[in-house]
């Protein structure tokens, strides 16, 4: 485990100096709560999936079986403090595959390499109304994580060395401030590219929900990203969500969001890049539907950017787009999904289709679609099978084609 460095371990002691001083309690819910939780409560979450990816360019196809098991506690909180640890070990059950760390470049990546770490190890102080500390190792997903998040698609997970402090007290408004050390990300503790140092990285969140079937939110990001300063940004911006009856039966949920980004840090560049949202969509009975458009300014040198997001939810899930292109991208996307109640063994059934089409943001030439299905049977709180499948066709020119195709089996404690 990468150490705090001195700057973030004395803002976790400053925060929990202040998080117990001033003669505060903790309430009497908060007291019961103590008393009938569990002294410890294990953690075990594991995954099991097989990937296949064929790519024009590349000679072999990839067949990739890996297995995750993260494992570890958490304990009941005790005048407020409570403490969390998880370990997180990968493991590749056969070698035809490039995991970005074994050397195998004969075939695609599938970014699940081997690895063993300490996922998380945390501690969460509660012990005042309103407010919630966690210091340590941890995982951070903000809003619909496509700024900050945790990777959770591939199997080792991003995670964050962080002091993150989190105010209720205001009715109906959540404010998240976060100072980032350092960043544990997807590519396990043996690639050049496993971690981040990100010390004297910023992030601001507010999230509100007093208004009847609305939610309103801003964010500011400020990230120094040590290892690639050109990936060091600083990001504004603003999001609606709102939720109206169209008749009784038939919901209508739109969806906006904006941002500016620009250099920061030690990024030597000098610019202003916008990044637009928007989105319609509903739901009736088991069905869902939707359309979208979002849109990431490019200026011919660089792409509007999000290193720290769950990429693989944005731009489709054959990853092509995990950069934006130095054009920017506008990606216009329809979804449609449904949701069955119990069928033989299954608790639930979720199915959805979704379409892509993308275009460069700078000149609107073609980059391409894709189609992505999902098939998802959910057996109980503890078991699921995900299958899902993703096929890009590119323009003359590249990004290349590509196929990609997952089934995987979820079991968690």
């Given at each position: 485990m990468k150490r705090l460095t001195t700057k973030a371990g004395s803002l976790i002691a400053a925060g929990l100096l202040a998080a117990t001083g001033g003669g505060f309690v903790a309430s009497a819910q908060a007291a019961e709560s103590e008393r009938t939780e569990p002294i410890v409560t294990p953690?075990?979450?594991?995954?099991?999936?097989?990937?296949?990816?064929?790519?024009?360019?590349?000679?072999?196809?990839?067949?990739?079986?890996?297995?995750?098991?993260?494992?570890?506690?958490?304990?009941?909180?005790?005048?407020?403090?409570?403490?969390?640890?998880?370990?997180?070990?990968?493991?590749?059950?056969?070698?035809?595959?490039?995991?970005?760390?074994?050397?195998?470049?004969?075939?695609?990546?599938?970014?699940?390499?081997?690895?063993?770490?300490?996922?998380?190890?945390?501690?969460?102080?509660?012990?005042?109304?309103?407010?919630?500390?966690?210091?340590?190792?941890?995982?951070?997903?903000?809003?619909?994580?496509?700024f900050i998040g945790n990777v959770g698609w591939r199997q080792n997970e991003q995670t964050f060395d962080a002091a993150l402090l989190q105010l209720t007290a205001v009715p109906d408004l959540t404010a998240t401030y976060a100072y980032l050390d350092s960043v544990q990300r997807i590519f396990g503790n043996e690639s050049p590219n496993g971690s981040f140092d990100a010390s004297g990285s910023h992030v601001v969140n507010l999230a509100y929900k007093g208004l009847p079937g609305v939610e309103l939110g801003a964010y500011g990001y400020l990230l120094d990203l040590d290892e690639s300063p050109a990936l060091s940004t600083q990001s504004y911006g603003v999001r609606a969500k709102g939720t109206f009856d169209v008749t009784e039966d038939i919901p209508i949920t739109l969806s906006g969001e904006y941002a500016i980004q620009s250099d920061y840090g030690d990024n030597t560049g000098d610019y202003d890049l916008d990044y637009y949202l928007a989105s319609i969509g509903t739901k009736v009975g088991g069905f869902d539907a939707s359309v979208s458009y979002e849109s990431l300014e490019g200026d011919g040198t660089r792409g509007f950017s999000t290193p720290l997001a769950t990429l693989h939810k944005f731009q489709g899930?054959?990853?092509?787009?995990?950069?934006?292109?130095?054009?920017?991208?506008?990606?216009?996307?329809?979804?449609?999904?449904?949701?069955?109640?119990?069928?033989?063994?299954?608790?639930?059934?979720?199915?959805?289709?979704?379409?892509?089409?993308?275009?460069?943001?700078?000149?609107?030439?073609?980059?391409?679609?894709?189609?992505?299905?999902?098939?998802?049977?959910?057996?109980?709180?503890?078991?699921?099978?995900?299958?899902?499948?993703?096929?890009?066709?590119?323009?003359?020119?590249?990004?290349?084609?590509?196929?990609?195709f997952w089934l995987q089996v979820d079991w968690k404690l």
């Open positions: 953690i075990l979450d594991t995954r099991l999936r097989y990937e296949h990816v064929s790519q024009d360019g590349v000679p072999e196809d990839a067949n990739a079986v890996t297995a995750r098991v993260r494992a570890g506690f958490k304990t009941r909180p005790y005048k407020g403090f409570s403490v969390l640890l998880e370990a997180e070990v990968v493991d590749g059950l056969n070698n035809s595959y490039n995991s970005t760390t074994n050397g195998r470049t004969r075939y695609p990546v599938v970014a699940d390499p081997d690895n063993a770490e300490l996922n998380r190890a945390q501690i969460t102080y509660t012990g005042i109304d309103g407010l919630k500390f966690i210091g340590g190792r941890q995982r951070i997903i903000l809003d619909n994580a496509r899930w054959a990853d092509v787009f995990l950069a934006t292109p130095a054009t920017g991208i506008e990606d216009l996307y329809g979804r449609i999904g449904y949701a069955t109640g119990e069928v033989g063994p299954f608790k639930k059934i979720v199915a959805a289709a979704i379409y892509h089409d993308f275009e460069a943001e700078t000149g609107g030439g073609s980059l391409g679609d894709e189609v992505d299905l999902l098939l998802k049977g959910v057996i109980n709180k503890k078991l699921s099978v995900t299958a899902k499948y993703a096929d890009y066709d590119g323009p003359s020119g590249g990004p290349a084609d590509r196929q990609k």
